[in-house]
């Protein structure tokens, strides 16, 4: 809802620079301009991307099921009415509600809102990353490889910095379901840090999982920390123990990307309070993985950055009481059956998740990232990312062979 909120008596609309272009930030766009139009309000995006890409549905590239998706930034752009900036955020002047491009461009603010992300790095040397679709070739690859030698042990890893997991199961389940339908005599294994399978969605979740991964033949190693890969082919676990794996496949970690003039915490990301206000920086804002929480997930990060869209109209005078950031869990597992949708509140003061995660797919919002702006956006584009509603078919097609 666009509402009539008197323009700032200046001779220019007060300016939202958004740093970063992607989940986080253009949830935010939306949702700042679902309450001020560009007379009211001007929203700079500034980032070094040209496309907006869409990370959920990698997981089914290796296996021919589906395409990347990505979209110009400049579309969305003219869609929500945003100014976008080629370039890198370098460095910020809090006190003077200025911000530096890394090529010295100066950028003022009323509100900055910083959705950088986190930097994805290899968390094992030796192993195949699954970063999102740049690499769903290696994996694509390596399921070639395993055919061609008529079988083998294929792991795959969620080492102990990654909180968000269920790629990892979503891998398994599809790399097993099409071994099997290609009839090739291989082991699959689930190696994770965490003492259950998706323990973040608690115990009715874990039990699905289980139950998947049993049924699917795919062994499960919980509360197993990887320290590394051996010359050999093993899995060193930090207790000693040791796995044999012909080939391993790790989710990434999430490293911080810092910027001069904004604080951090120990381990580099923004710290933030739960109307996602950078602490000790007035003027600024975080959301998404670039801020200090436990969990990284687009959800999240859609979440937090209405949040942070509803502080900062506040902040700059806009009559709007802002909600603060409570956090819900939703993702979806798909595999080669049916999808599960699973969802469980993190909040410690919410009242406790319901027993049973599974939500039925009609009470969904649209996505398998789920913003309340950016969902129904995306969806509203007749080109947009479909999400499967069904069984994903692994067998017979191009790419997986
Ligand atoms: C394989 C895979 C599957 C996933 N599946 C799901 C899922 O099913 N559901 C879910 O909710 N989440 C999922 N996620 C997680 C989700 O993609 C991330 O949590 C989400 O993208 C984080 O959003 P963000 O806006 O914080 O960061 P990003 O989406 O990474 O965007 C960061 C943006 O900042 C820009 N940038 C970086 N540095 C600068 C700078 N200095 N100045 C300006 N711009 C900068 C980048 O170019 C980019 O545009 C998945 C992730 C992966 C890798």
Known sequence: MVTNTPAPTRDRPRTVLIAGAGIAALEAALALRSHLDSDRLAITVLAPNDRFRYPALAVLEPFGAAAAWSMPLQAFADDVGVELR????????????????????????????????ARSDRSLDGATPFRGAHDADRVADLL?????????????????????????????????????????????????HEADPLALFGDDAQAIARDKLARHGIELHAGAAV??????????????????????????????????????DDAGFVPVDEHARVLGAPGVYAAGDVTSGDVKQGGLACQQADAAAEAILADLGHPIAPAPYRPVLRGILLSDEEPEYLRSALAAEQPPAPREPRVRRLAWPQGKIVGHHLSPYLAGRGDGPRTPDGAVPVAGSDRAG
């Open 86 to 117: 080629h370039g890198v955020l370098g460095d910020v002047d809090v006190a003077g509600r200025v911000a530096r491009t890394s090529e010295g461009v100066a950028l003022p603010y009323d509100g900055l809102l910083l959705a950088t992300g």
């Open 227 to 264: 320290v590394g890969l051996g010359e050999d082919g093993w899995i060193e676990l930090d207790d000693g123990r040791r796995i044999a794996a012909d080939h391993v496949v790790a989710m990434p970690e999430l490293h911080p990307r810092t910027v001069p003039g904004l604080p951090t």
């Open 144 to 192: 070639e490889r395993v055919a061609r030698d008529g079988g083998g042990t294929v792991a795959f890893v969620a080492p102990a910095t990654v909180s968000w997991s269920l790629p990892v199961y979503e891998l398994a389940l599809l790399t097993a379901a099409h071994l099997q339908a290609a009839e090739i005599p291989a082991r699959v294994l689930v190696v994770t």
